[in-house]
């Protein structure tokens, strides 16, 4: 099978039995030179660089997304007699960056943790958006009571229901307002908060 793919690449089976290109070929530079050395290349690494350089030696360009694809589909197929003349090169090349690198130990940088994406709910957008507007109406009729801070704050609140904190003294029906550490609260938001506390309650015991 590897020798129908390597058909594919316009190579002839000699390309991968006889590398005709020098270890330091093979081994390739960087473009973006690095301040940290680079690992010395296993025998797949020289594989690959040899049929990418192979194929640019008889024309054929590959995109680095298909080389990959073809090399390891060939080299998962190819005789251990073939791998071996990859391992030796290995080694050479591991000697070789011995000396290039004195004192080189591979230290694995820390990969990145990405916290997955949570959809919001449509209800709970539709809350958070229901509670953005009526603040936003409270916020014009009385400017006079509210801080820009202090508003800033509450839309923050009302995007997060599960943070806030609602004392139960906020029952009242009236458009009212309280004085609650040193800042005026609307009793018809305190409501309205209340309202989405309880929804998400309720939802969290269904």
């Excluded at 391992?87 to 000697?95: D, F, R, V």
């Excluded at 609260?185 to 269904?206: F, G």
Aim: with cysteine; glycine share 2%.
């Amino acid at each position: 099978m590897y020798k129908t793919l390597i058909l594919e690449l316009n190579l002839e089976e000699s390309a991968i039995w006889n590398p005709q290109f020098s270890l330091r070929q093979l081994i390739g530079q960087r473009k973006k030179p690095n301040k940290s050395p680079p690992r010395p290349p296993n025998a797949f690494f020289l594989f690959k660089n040899n049929l990418m350089l192979a194929a640019r030696q008889s024309g054929h360009r590959l995109t680095m997304t298909h080389l990959c694809r073809v090399a390891s589909k060939i080299w998962e197929n190819s005789p251990k007699e073939l791998k071996s003349i990859y391992g030796n090169l290995a080694l050479e090349a591991h000697s070789l960056h011995i000396k290039d690198f004195p004192g080189y130990t591979y230290k694995p940088g820390k990969k990145e943790l990405f916290k997955a994406y949570e959809p919001v709910s449509k209800q709970r957008r539709q809350r958070a958006v229901r509670a953005v507007n009526l603040i936003s109406q409270t916020d014009e009729s009385n400017s006079s009571r509210f801080t820009d801070q202090k508003t800033a704050q509450m839309l923050e609140d009302a995007q997060h229901p599960h943070d806030t904190q609602i004392h139960p003294y906020y029952e009242s029906t009236e458009s009212t307002f309280y004085v609650d550490s040193g800042f005026f609260v609307d009793s018809e938001i305190m409501n309205m908060y209340l309202r989405l506390e309880d929804e998400a309650q309720l939802k969290s015991m269904l």
